[in-house]
Each structure stands twice: as structure tokens, then as C-alpha cells.
């Protein structure tokens, strides 16, 4: 294994300067051409080409849990794990067609906003509030620490002052406001391939060698013989990672919720898109579609080659960890196998993917607060200059209280994947329920809102433990429980996120039909012709939904 060396650092600097400089460009040439300030700020209005909103989406979204967390997955677990991908690439065309159009149409630019304009001030200031947490806690800090430890364990630094460069520097972007997030972003998604296409191709070389050959086509094939087994794309209930994936239901139901909550009622992702027209926004979504189906080959292909490696002994004790096995190596390890110049390159994809995420998430945070919070409740008059200034101000508090709390969490031994689902996945399941009958259901009420907001947390945790207090073996011959591995019948996490969406959804419905009307919808503009599409973005989707299809009839 090769060691850090001056190349690797040469092209890191490199990276960092491009970034930086170019971040710098685009906010003096951009500074002042759209609308206010603060919607400049907040959402570029009317700034973002395509091209951006689909690499910002995806820059966005891709970060240490999935080159980390996900890579560790496919050690693991194996192809099956992509579903996560590959269904986000399927929920990006269905948020395209029928959710961006609401947003844009009712001129929607925070979450919140939504809530309030269908539900009223009590809904909204309590989910902003809830948001503001949950991105502070959960995902500010685990994009934050899980990138601090791979990038510590590749460059041999310090994690605290690893930490302290990803939070400075995307600070740094963040507060050149969305337009300069959004273009920087199309070069972070750039290293991001590139690098993460090099580590694949490097692993897959690193295979073939195994069979006596070379080249990365060589490799894949070696690949299939040495790991056939981690290419099922459906895990049948024999297989000891069932309860992550419950077979065919994974593809039919929880993943459904999770890509839905995520794509489609996430301020930290809509917000790429809500600053633009319509036409402009569909296409960055389909761009991002596409973008989506690569991933797969970069942050879930190096996985299954390590676990090759390993099973071949050719890595030795490096996926070990105190003596035990640790799947989330497999990424670290693979880097450091990389030659000189090109771990640089790697590096450099691994923080862009980092860092990227963390100022989106950041800007996200800054345009709650700001839009929802402070000058909703704090100061009603506060001038648009105010807001950019407020919102710059959010975004060095969040990434502070991030630093500090973030080794404190415990996030490296929950795995940072399982760290964001675990928390997120307890209330995913309302807010995407509150949405969709918002959306589509005249009769919804506010009442009906907040009880998706709590209800669709108690009946998570009441899911969550019972087996504790009750055998659930008797779910098992209708795929709705599994043995845990201890003898103990558990509901999968994803199907149990069905079950919560259906218990709201049916919850809702009850108290919308019996209780007391509000006054809901007034102001949602609905139309069926917001829903109609261009035939270049129906071709597109089409492609997108036949590649799909071809992947799990090629690998079921």
C-alpha cells in the first residue's frame, strides 16, 4: 500500500484551488442578476441551468455513508444494496412529474411554506422546527464525522482537524449562497465520477489479477465467479441480510417511503430545483435520474471487489479492525491500494462528495431558519439584506454545534448508513403521508397534519419494540416478520415503514372525514394539466425505467 504522498497532495491542492476559485467567480460575476436578495441567496432564482440542479442533486446526496457506508454494504450484502440508488433514480422521475409541479406552481420555496399554505402556522412551525433538528443532529453530523474518519484514515490526519477543513471549507461555499453550492457543485459531481470510476476500475484490475488477467472487463468477469452470490438483487429469506432487505417488498414497499420522504419532501433536495421553471427543473431531475444509475459502479462495485480480495486473502488483515471483520474498511482500503497521483484524485472525490453535502445541507438549515423561523417569529420587518446575513450567520452556528457534538453521537459504531436511517426512517413514513394527501386530498385537515407528525412516530417505536413484549413468528409465513439472527422475530426496518405509512395514512383519513373542516387547500392551486410532460422527458424517463428493468431481469 502505497502512502500519501507529494503527487497526491499536489492533486489535492489542485482540487481545493478549482473549487474554491471557481466558487469565487461565480458569486462576483452572478452577484445581484436574479430577484431579491434573499431568494439569490436562498434559491438562485431563476440562475441554475439544468445541467446544475441535476449535479447539485446528486453532488448533494452522495457523501461518506454512501462511498463509506454503502461500499461497506456491498462487502456485505452485496448488488442488492444499490436498490437504494436505483430506486432514487425511478422516485426522481415520479417527483419530476407530479410533485415539482405543485411546488413551482403554488411559487413554494421552503417545506415549511408548504405546510403552512395547506395546513397552517401550528403545522409549519413545528415540522420546521422538527427539520431544524433532525439536519443539525442527524445529518449535519454524520456527513460530517463518517467524511472526517475516511479522509483521516486515507491522509493519516488528525479526525477533529479533518472535522475542522470539510466544516471550514464548506462553510466557505455556503455562504456564497445557492448559486455558487449549485455550480461548484457540477465540479464536485465531475471529481466525484471520475475518482470514483478510477477506484472501480483500479479494483476491478486489482480481481482480474486474481484469474491471471487485467483490465477491468477481465476483472468483472473474475468478479462474477468469485462472488456470484453478492449480484442477487432480491435476497430470499434464507439470507442472513434479509432483515436490511426484505426481499421483493423492498422493491414494492418500504423503499417507496424512504425515496419518496427523500426526493420529494426534503428541503435539503427540492431546494435545487425550487428557484427554477418548471421545464428547466424537470430536466435537472431527469440529468440527476441518470446520474443515479452510475452510482451503483462507484460506490457499490469497489465493495463486492474488496470483499473478493479479502475472501482471496489478497488484503490481509486490512479489513480487520481489533481483530474483527469491519465491512466499512472496504472503501479506506481500496484507496489506500491506489497508485500515487491517483489516490490524490480519489481523495479528491471523496471530499468533493463531502463537502458538497455538507453545504447543501448547511444552505438547507440557513433557509428554515431564516424563511420560517426567525423572520416569521423574530422580525416580521427584517430587510432582504438582513435575511443574507441572518441566513450566513445560521450556517456558522449549525456547522459549529455539528463539530462539537458530532464525535459525541456514537456515529462511527452505529455505521453512518444505518446512523441516517434509524433516526430518519421513525418519521418518514408521516411527513411523506402528510405530503401526499396534502397534495391530492381536498378534504385533508390540519388536525389530520399533526397527527401524521406524532402518530407516525409512536407507531414507529411501538413497531420498533414490540417485539420485546410479544412473539411476531406468526408474521412470518406473510413476509411481514423475520428471524433477527437470535432467535427473535423482528418486522424488517422497511417494511415496517409501510406498515406506519398505511396505520397515518388510514389515521388521516378518519380524522379528515369525521372532524371539523379548516379551511385546508384555499390557497393550492391543483390542476391536471400541471402534470402533463414534454415528449423529450417522457423518452427520457422511458430510458430510465427500461435500464431499471434490465438491470433487475439481468440480476434477480
Known amino acids: 500500500m502505497t502512502a500519501f504522498s507529494s503527487l497526491d497532495s499536489f492533486v489535492f491542492l489542485v482540487y481545493f484551488l478549482v473549487i474554491s476559485g471557481y466558487g469565487l467567480w461565480v458569486y462576483r460575476r452572478r452577484k445581484g442578476t436574479s430577484g431579491s436578495a434573499s431568494q439569490d441567496y436562498f434559491l438562485a432564482e431563476g440562475s441554475l441551468t439544468w445541467w446544475a440542479i441535476g449535479a447539485s442533486l446528486i453532488a448533494s446526496n452522495i457523501s461518506a455513508e454512501q462511498f463509506i457506508g454503502m461500499s461497506g454494504s456491498g462487502f456485505r450484502i452485496g448488488m442488492a444494496i444499490a436498490v437504494y440508488e436505483l430506486m432514487g433514480a425511478a422516485t426522481l422521475v415520479i417527483v419530476a412529474v407530479f410533485f415539482m409541479p405543485v411546488y413551482l406552481k403554488n411559487r413554494i420555496y421552503t417545506m415549511p411554506q408548504f405546510l403552512e399554505q395547506r395546513y397552517g402556522k401550528t403545522v409549519a412551525t413545528t415540522m420546521a422546527l422538527f427539520w431544524l433538528g433532525l439536519y443539525v443532529v442527524v445529518n449535519l453530523t454524520s456527513i460530517l464525522y463518517l467524511g472526517a474518519l475516511a479522509i483521516s484514515s486515507i491522509a493519516g490526519l488528525n479526525v477533529f482537524a479533518c472535522m475542522l477543513f470539510l466544516a471550514v471549507f464548506a462553510t466557505i461555499i455556503t455562504l456564497g449562497g445557492m448559486k455558487v453550492i449549485g455550480y461548484t457543485d457540477v465540479i464536485q459531481v465531475l471529481c466525484l465520477v471520475i475518482g ?3 477506484t472501480t476500475w483500479i479494483a476491478l484490475d486489482l480481481v482480474a489479477a486474481l484469474g491471471g488477467g487485467n483490465g477491468a472487463i477481465h476483472g468483472t468477469s473474475e468478479l462474477f465467479k468469485r462472488a456470484g452470490e453478492h449480484f442477487d438483487m432480491v435476497l430470499t429469506r434464507d439470507n442472513p441480510n434479509y432483515m436490511d432487505l426484505p426481499g421483493l417488498s423492498t422493491i414494492i414497499g418500504g423503499m417507496w417511503i424512504v425515496n419518496l420522504n427523500y426526493w420529494g419532501c426534503n428541503q435539503y433536495i427540492t431546494q435545487r430545483a425550487l428557484g427554477a421553471d418548471l421545464h428547466t427543473a424537470r430536466k435537472g431531475l431527469l440529468f440527476a435520474a441518470f446520474l443515479k444509475l ?28 481489533g481483530g474483527e471483520l469491519n465491512p466499512d474498511r472496504a472503501y ?53 439584506k438582513g435575511m443574507v446575513w441572518i441566513g450566513r450567520v445560521t450556517v456558522v452556528v449549525a456547522m459549529a454545534i455539528a463539530v462539537l457534538i458530532a464525535p459525541l453521537l456514537g456515529i462511527d459504531k452505529k455505521g453512518g448508513f444505518q446512523y441516517i436511517q434509524e433516526y430518519t426512517g421513525f418519521v418518514s413514513p408521516g411527513i411523506l403521508a ?17 397527527f401524521a407528525t406524532v402518530g407516525g412516530l409512536v407507531f414507529s417505536v411501538i413497531l ?44 388521516m ?15 393550492m392551486h391543483l390542476d391536471r394539466k400541471l402534470f402533463r410532460v414534454e415528449g423529450s422527458f417522457a423518452c427520457g424517463s422511458a430510458a430510465v425505467c427500461v435500464m431499471l428493468v434490465t438491470i433487475y431481469g439481468a440480476w434477480w
Do not use: C
Not at 434 to 450: C, D, E, I, P, V
Open 332 to 384: 479506506p482500503t481500496l484507496l489506500a491500494l491506489l497508485p500515487s497521483g491517483l489516490k490524490g484524485v480519489a481523495f479528491a472525490a471523496l471530499t468533493a462528495a463531502v463537502v458538497a453535502s455538507l453545504a447543501g445541507k448547511a444552505n438547507s438549515i440557513a433557509t428554515i431558519f431564516t424563511l420560517d423561523v426567525y423572520r416569521k417569529h423574530f422580525d416580521r420587518d427584517v430587510t432582504e
Open 294 to 321: 452510475l452510482m451503483p459502479v462507484i460506490v457499490v462495485l469497489p465493495g463486492i471487489a474488496a470483499y473478493a480480495l479479502d475472501k482471496s486473502g489478497t488484503l490481509g488483515d486490512a479489513m480487520r479492525q
Open 434 to 450: 402528510m405530503f401526499l394527501l396534502g397534495f391530492f386530498w381536498r378534504k385533508t385537515t390540519a388536525s389530520a397534519a399533526m
Open 509 to 523: 383519513a378518519l380524522i379528515s372525514t369525521i372532524g371539523q373542516r379548516d379551511g385546508a387547500m384555499k390557497k
Open 196 to 198: 470514483g470510476l478510477a
Open 464 to 507: 420498533k419494540f414490540l417485539p420485546d413484549v410479544m412473539d411476531l413468528s406468526f408474521l412470518a409465513p406473510i413476509g411481514f416478520s423475520a428471524d433477527n439472527g437470535t432467535g427473535v422475530y423482528e418486522i424488517p426496518f422497511l417494511d415496517r415503514m409501510l406498515i406506519v405509512f398505511l396505520l397515518v395514512v388510514a389515521g
